[in-house]
């Protein structure tokens, strides 16, 4: 099992800026694809951006390119989600994901679909006022 624990999230006015973090732990955690999913009331759960394990390679959707930046710690079970220039379209639950280990070196290409990934972290608010 793989356990994600989110932080970060809050209340900011429009462009401002938070930072999300993410720390995998657990029995099975290596080298795991990681990714930031956020939903609110009226989407469903959409891709934000991820990370392979390494951090060499990232992706941010369309929506959020030029404002989110998503990156690795030194620690590689460390994900973060920094985000500038906040909307109130960004208001969302952000989570964290990991996808189960497939036995690779870490350099995965990054996957969008919330249904290719199996550990979810239990999410953290973010609320941007206008």
């Known amino acids: 099992q793989v356990q994600l624990a989110e932080s970060g999230g809050g209340m900011v006015q429009t462009g401002g800026s938070l930072r999300l973090s993410c720390i995998a732990s657990?029995?099975?955690?290596?080298?795991?694809?990681m990714a930031w999913f956020r939903r609110t009331p009226e989407k469903e759960r959409e891709f934000v951006a991820g990370?392979?394990?390494?951090?060499?390679?990232?992706e941010v959707a369309n929506s959020v390119k030029g404002r989110f930046t998503v990156s690795k710690g030194r620690e590689r079970n460390i994900m973060y989600l920094q985000m500038d220039n906040l909307k109130p379209d960004d208001t969302a639950v952000y989570f964290c994901?990991?996808?189960?280990?497939?036995?690779?070196?870490?350099?995965?290409?990054?996957?969008?679909?919330?249904?290719?990934?199996?550990?979810w972290g239990q999410g953290t608010q973010v609320t941007v006022s206008s």
């Open positions: 990370s392979s394990w390494t951090g060499r390679r990232t």
């Open positions: 657990g029995r099975t955690l290596y080298k795991n694809l």
């Open positions: 994901a990991a996808r189960q280990s497939q036995g690779d070196g870490g350099d995965q290409d990054i996957l969008k679909s919330d249904q290719l990934y199996q550990y």
